[in-house]
């Protein structure tokens, strides 16, 4: 479970996040959704321990992330949104890479990215080196790589981006799979039927603060509206709402 606690965060005079409160519960998916400039990647930063918060704390299983990182981080898997691939490794080398930086090794490393590369279907490209990969495969290597230590957290940001119909039900699945073994995740989208096929809860963020936090039918029946999107333009405030 991450729990975040009254987050702010302040650049100069402009309140980026100004005391978002929310959970990430085990055996859950949560999304997040928000417009351009509503303060989700900033929060999404500070959930990930790559920006510190003004104030305000970051629980990681219990944990203060600020006061112990590195076993916050450890308990994180993180996709975001830079991939952020080493071009001259392949995929494999990519995933490998990581999975020895937390410790995993041998015939454990080498089960598990044949696992990952199977769910998420990379075979066909699993050795080739990372460099001219198309937008989707990149996006395949980089939820690999924040899989492959098997974390209790997942924190996914557009995890969709550039993924074919056929490559997003792979991810569907393998998500579901994900909660099935008791895993937080928290998925950030602008894609409005991973929401509605996805989440167990929503937290909609505009203007740095939380406007509404309940499953999608609880936020349609909320603002009044028969689908997702429009509840969340309701939510916010807006009939221009672009999703960041």
């Known amino acids: 479970m991450i729990v975040a606690q009254d987050l702010k965060k302040h650049f100069g005079a402009v309140k980026a996040v100004d005391g978002v409160s929310f959970e990430i519960a085990d055996g859950k998916i949560t999304g997040l959704l928000g417009p351009n400039g509503s303060g989700k990647t900033t929060t999404l930063r500070m959930l990930y321990t790559l920006l510190q918060p003004d104030d305000g704390k970051v629980i990681v299983d219990g944990v203060d992330a600020w006061q112990k990182p590195l076993s916050a981080k450890a ?12 071009p001259r490794l392949t995929a494999r080398e990519n995933i490998a890479y990581f999975g020895e930086l937390q410790g995993i090794s041998g015939t454990l490393l080498m089960r598990r990215i044949d696992e990952l590369a199977e769910q998420l279907e990379m075979q066909d490209f699993l050795h080739r080196p990372c460099k001219g990969f198309s937008q989707g495969q990149r ?30 039900r792979a991810l569907r699945r393998f998500l579901l799979r994900q909660k099935e073994q008791g895993k937080a995740i928290l998925l950030s989208t602008h894609i409005m039927q991973e929401v509605t096929a996805l989440c167990d809860e929503v937290v909609v963020i505009a203007g740095g603060t939380i406007r509404a936090v309940g499953t999608p039918a609880v936020l349609m029946d909320q603002s009044g509206r028969d689908n997702i999107e429009d509840a969340f333009v309701q939510l916010i405030g807006t009939d221009e709402g672009i999703m960041a």
């Not at 898997?77 to 830079?82: K, L, M, N, Q, R």
């Open 75 to 86: 308990a994180m898997g993180v996709v975001p949104d830079a991939r952020g691939l080493y």
């Open 139 to 168: 996006a395949k290597v980089a939820i690999a790589r924040a899989f492959v230590g098997d974390p209790r957290n997942l924190l996914l940001d557009e995890p969709g981006n550039g993924l074919d119909v056929m490559s997003i």
